[in-house]
């Protein structure tokens, strides 16, 4: 009985120098700081430094070239402006062990510009900008990408691994492409048409938002919209597009004529040609319902109209400090709606209508008095911004009405149903 | 008996071993502890040199979200302005109240971290968040992106928020006389900024966020009377008389008073360093 127990006794004494051993394995604390210095490494290592494709939870795309050394430092180039894509800014980096290794960009620079909560600072909304991240926790990381998410507002940054070929002057060719793709809007029709093995899309790209759009008819209007990374020759989609077999994920190879309204280019292998046209192939009746009813929103339009290829062909941006137009549903007691023009530090002026919605999927606006208020109301621009606010209300309260056309997060087009010529967009 | 002696020893001695390698297992400490660590540029050297080496005081300027309000958006700062902000610190604050009380006063009263951010925190009731101190240990400075030496509003409203928090510590070491917060108890209200200023004026108030609370009043008063100064104060005086007037003045000598009883400072001594600090900053 008693050998039993002593015996007993030694297994517990070896039971004890099991668990000891446990201790020697790696501790999470070890493992965090070996995954930041592996991080670390990373950012460095890549000579040319890195191609970061930013997907801000706003909406939209920009594109970034980030050069990061071993010293918390990094260069950044950004496709924001011209400015921007030629001259780096330097500021500083650190990678934080947080819930998850977080690179974060410590100082101001281009990327911070998106997330500026001050609107004085790029344009964007007071409290949130353009609502950006610049604390982003490591997804993933393969050789040559690196996955990152917004630690705040769960915005989408890919970060890859820039060639040789991919120098400083990167960024700037890839906003000259953007500025490029952009002409395809000064096609005389707004509808552009693609054929992709034997079937039929319209096809919309926002040069300003960086967006993508397919519209088909599959027993029925079907669309697709994502947005794209701009690169040097062509474009990136972030969520390839796929319908049956065919699968988009990259258009390269850009030729664009505006005089014969077609855009070549190379996708998958295959040339394709877009040829502009002044039908659409499908309309889709839901988008004014959504934009009018859904989206509680201010839709801006930084452009006005633009009216057979030529963009502000009201010439809005020419009222003395002009900032954006303001359509406002439901301004005045419903459903009195507005069109401020914003001009010249906070001063507003714009047109009183109704916003009526057809069945047949057409937004119709129509001019209309609201009590004894002035039309068009507010702060007079003077003379001349007078007769361009009257020029913009007479197109915009054509009595066909417009088609809509949602081509992002907040973004619509609205195109005129009597002469697809004469378009506008809002975001 | 002696066999069963010799198993009883060697259980023993196992124990002892087993115990003596859990003794052995002592962990070599938590990795990473100690605060974060990178690369020391001029910006670094800068603040240890003028901050941290003579006063023990920290200065945060990259980015940290946990050292503000982490679920909201803010910029971090343009690392040009980060120089020129803590020069203005240094001279309108830090080097007034050393002339006035010495080094030894400045070393035992300062908070012991600034943490900097480049745009104002926005609030969601409207109000926009311009600094903030906890406990006297910090002072949150914000908005530093917009700074510019050559803007006196930009200026006051930095150097406002540095001597109220100051002043915060003064009186969480030794506390004002009881009378101060028997002048107006009436006005104090959570909802100070539906107050307008000249509204926080007519009842004896130097600004609406005085009517927060008495201590809020307090410091306000004093940052008010070094920073925005004394003609401002009399111009607000000479505005409102009466009762709000009465107020205002006598405000103003408990803590003329309160400095000289309390510290040994000469206020009006300390006002004139601060305005000839704005001076120097400015030009």
């Known amino acids: 009985m008693k050998k039993i127990i002593y015996y007993s006794l030694i297994l517990l004494g070896l039971a004890g120098c099991k668990k000891s051993n446990i201790a020697a394995d790696q501790r999470p604390d070890e493992r965090l700081t070996d995954a930041i210095a592996v991080y670390q490494k990373q950012l460095v290592a890549s000579e040319n430094g890195w191609i970061g494709y930013l997907f801000p939870k706003g909406g939209g795309s920009y594109t970034f070239k980030f050069k990061f050394d071993d010293k918390n430092r990094v260069i950044t180039y950004s496709d924001i402006d011209k400015d921007k894509a030629t001259t780096g800014k330097e500021s500083s980096y650190r990678i934080k062990g947080t819930q998850l290794p ?42 040559d990408t690196i996955k990152l998410q917004g630690n705040l507002n769960g915005s989408n940054m890919i970060l890859v691994r820039a060639k040789a070929t991919e120098g400083d002057d990167y960024i700037d060719k890839a906003f000259t492409n953007n500025n490029y793709l952009a002409t395809i809007a000064n096609f005389k029709y707004y509808y552009n ?88 192939l499908i309309i889709d009746k839901g988008a004014p319902t959504r934009m009018f009813v859904t989206k509680q929103h201010t839709w801006v339009s930084k452009n006005g109209f633009t009216l057979a290829g030529v963009k502000d062909a009201h010439g809005v941006k020419s009222i003395n400090g002009f900032t954006e137009i303001q359509y406002i549903p439901n301004w005045f007691n419903d459903p009195f709606d507005i069109a401020w023009f914003k001009y010249n530090g906070g001063n507003r002026y714009g047109p009183i209508f109704n916003t009526r919605l057809d069945p047949d999927g057409k937004m119709v606006f129509v001019k209309s008095p609201y009590g004894n ?55 | 008996m002696k066999k069963e002696f010799l198993i009883l020893l060697m259980c023993l001695i196992i124990t002892t071993f087993t115990a003596c390698k859990k003794e052995k297992t002592n962990q070599t400490p938590i990795l990473s502890l100690g ?21 023990n005081i920290e200065v945060k300027y990259k980015w940290d979200p946990y050292e503000i309000a982490f679920n909201k958006n803010i910029a971090p700062v343009k690392e040009e302005n980060v120089i020129p902000a803590l020069d203005a610190v240094k001279e309108i604050w830090m080097k007034t109240y050393e002339k006035v009380a010495g080094q030894e006063f400045v070393r035992k009263f300062t908070p012991r971290q600034f943490v900097m951010s480049g745009s104002a925190e926005y609030n969601t009731d409207g109000t926009i968040t311009l600094g903030e101190a906890e406990g006297g240990k910090r002072i949150g400075l914000a908005v530093i992106n917009s700074y510019d030496r050559k803007n006196l509003d930009v200026l006051t409203q930095m150097l406002h928020t540095v001597h109220h928090e100051f002043a915060h510590i ?38 609406p966020y005085s009517k927060a609370a008495a201590d809020e009043d307090f410091v306000e008063t004093i940052s008010f009377l070094l920073v925005e100064g004394q003609v401002k104060f009399d111009a607000i005086v000479a505005a409102n008389p009466g009762n709000a007037a009465d107020i205002l003045r006598r405000k103003e000598k408990i803590i003329v008073d309160y400095f000289q009883k309390s510290y040994g400072i000469d206020f009006r001594a300390l006002q004139r360093e601060v305005k000839a600090g704005i001076t120097v900053i400015m030009n």
């Open chain 1, 102 to 143: 977080a690179l974060y960009f410590d100082t101001y620079s281009y990327l911070h510009l998106l997330a500026d909560p001050d609107p004085k600072s790029a344009g964007g909304a007071e409290g949130k900008g353009f609502v950006s991240d610049f604390e982003f926790s490591f997804l993933a990381s393969g050789a």
């Open chain 1, 193 to 280: 048409k693609l054929s992709i093995a034997g079937k039929e899309y319209n096809v919309s790209l926002n040069s300003d938002k960086h967006t993508i759009s397919f519209y088909y008819d599959q027993s029925g209007f079907k669309s697709f919209t994502t947005e794209y990374g701009i690169t040097a020759n062509g474009l990136i989609l972030r969520v390839p597009f796929v319908d049956g077999t065919t699968v988009v994920s990259e258009l390269s190879g850009f030729n664009i004529d505006v005089a014969a309204g077609t855009a070549e280019f190379t996708a998958a292998g295959t040339k394709l040609t877009m040829t502009n046209g002044a039908i659409p």
């Open chain 1, 373 to 427: 208020q002035a039309n068009p109301s507010g702060n007079n621009p003077g003379a001349a911004g007078v007769a361009i606010v009257n020029k913009f209300y007479n197109q915009f309260t054509e009595v066909g009405g417009y088609y809509a056309f949602e081509t992002g997060k907040n973004t619509f087009d609205l195109v005129s149903v009597t002469d697809s010529k004469n378009w506008i967009r809002f975001q």
């Open chain 2, 35 to 55: 605060g974060e660590t990178w690369a020391k540029g001029p910006l670094d050297v800068y603040i240890k040199v003028n901050f941290t080496d003579p006063y």
């Open chain 2, 170 to 207: 003064l009186h969480q070491n030794k506390l004002y006389p009881r009378e101060f917060k028997q002048l107006n108890p009436e006005w104090y209200t959570a909802s100070w900024f539906n107050t307008s200023t000249k509204d926080a004026n007519a009842q004896g108030l130097v600004t």
